[in-house]
């Protein structure tokens, strides 16, 4: 009798635990987001986070007549002078007292002070030749391959995963599962960028391919 008192027991002690869960997970996804909002109007943070180049500029506070603080949201600012030593690493790097992305950074591109030209664009720390490709590229073979670079038949315009329209070398002969698949260009080897090829293969649909020579101009 008593084990069955205790069986009983059990589980209306286990069935109002889950019942218990079960409500504080449903509050939990309706007040999360008021919540958070709540907690950014209480303090000014940044939302989204800012990047590694950049520090938050907490938003100013006020509290009137009693009632609770709040604040504007704050705003993300580039990280200079002794700050912008705090983010020097794979993310960033000072360069003349201002942290930069030596990824992208046209003027400070792979290393300090490094500078692509006017018919470059930056592109995973190296400079690729652009001026030969139309600005509404977007994919290699849609609807026709455009050449460039330095007149290679093999050099062809494309839009890399970060967005920028670079010259990259497809090479002769190439068959699609021979082409090294990617998710972005800090995946591909030095001096490769990962572009779209979604309408030359099935798959892969995203591939690392070298940077074109510049055009002899």
Same mark, same amino acid.
């Given at each position: 009798?008593?084990?069955?008192?205790?069986?009983?027991?059990?589980?209306?002690?286990? +069935?109002?635990?889950?019942?218990?869960?079960t409500?504080?997970?449903?509050?939990? +996804?309706?007040?999360?987001?008021?919540?958070h909002?709540a907690a950014?109007?209480? +303090?000014?943070?940044c939302k989204?986070?800012?990047?590694?180049?950049?520090?938050?500029d907490?938003?100013?506070?006020?509290?009137?007549?009693?009632?609770?603080?709040?604040?504007?949201?704050?705003?993300?600012?580039?990280?200079?002078?002794?700050?912008?030593?705090?983010?020097s690493?794979?993310?960033?790097?000072?360069?003349?007292?201002?942290?930069?992305?030596?990824?992208?950074?046209?003027?400070?591109c792979?290393?300090?002070? +490094?500078?692509?030209?006017?018919t470059?664009?930056?592109?995973?720390?190296?400079?690729?030749?652009?001026?030969?490709?139309?600005?509404?590229?977007?994919?290699?073979?849609?609807p026709?391959t455009?050449?460039?670079?330095?007149?290679?038949?093999?050099c062809v315009?494309?839009?890399?995963?970060?967005?920028?329209?670079?010259?990259?070398d497809?090479a002769?002969?190439?068959?699609?599962?021979?082409?090294?698949?990617?998710?972005?260009?800090?995946?591909c080897?030095?001096g490769?960028?990962?572009?779209?090829?979604?309408?030359?293969?099935?798959?892969?649909?995203h591939?690392?391919l070298p940077?074109?020579?510049?055009?002899?101009?």
């Amino acid at each position: 009798m008593e084990d069955s008192r205790f069986d009983d027991a059990a589980r209306a002690l286990a +069935s109002l635990t889950t019942r218990r869960l079960t409500l504080g997970a449903l509050l939990g +996804s309706i007040l999360g987001p008021w919540l958070h909002a709540a907690a950014r109007r209480s +303090s000014g943070t940044c939302k989204p986070p800012c990047g590694a180049c950049e520090e938050c500029d907490k938003g100013k506070c006020k509290k009137k007549h009693g009632r609770k603080k709040r604040c504007k949201q704050g705003a993300c600012k580039a990280l200079t002078g002794p700050g912008c030593t705090l983010a020097s690493g794979a993310a960033g790097t000072c360069c003349g007292g201002v942290c930069r992305d030596l990824q992208t950074d046209a003027t400070n591109c792979g290393t300090c002070s +490094s500078a692509c030209s006017t018919t470059e664009v930056c592109q995973s720390g190296l400079c690729f030749p652009v001026s030969t490709c139309p600005a509404t590229t977007t994919v290699q073979c849609d609807p026709l391959t455009t050449s460039c670079g330095d007149g290679v038949g093999t050099c062809v315009c494309n839009r890399s995963t970060e967005g920028n329209v670079v010259c990259v070398d497809l090479a002769p002969g190439a068959v699609c599962p021979d082409l090294i698949p990617c998710t972005s260009s800090a995946t591909c080897a030095t001096g490769q960028a990962c572009v779209e090829i979604a309408s030359c293969c099935a798959t892969p649909t995203h591939v690392c391919l070298p940077r074109c020579p510049n055009p002899d101009v």
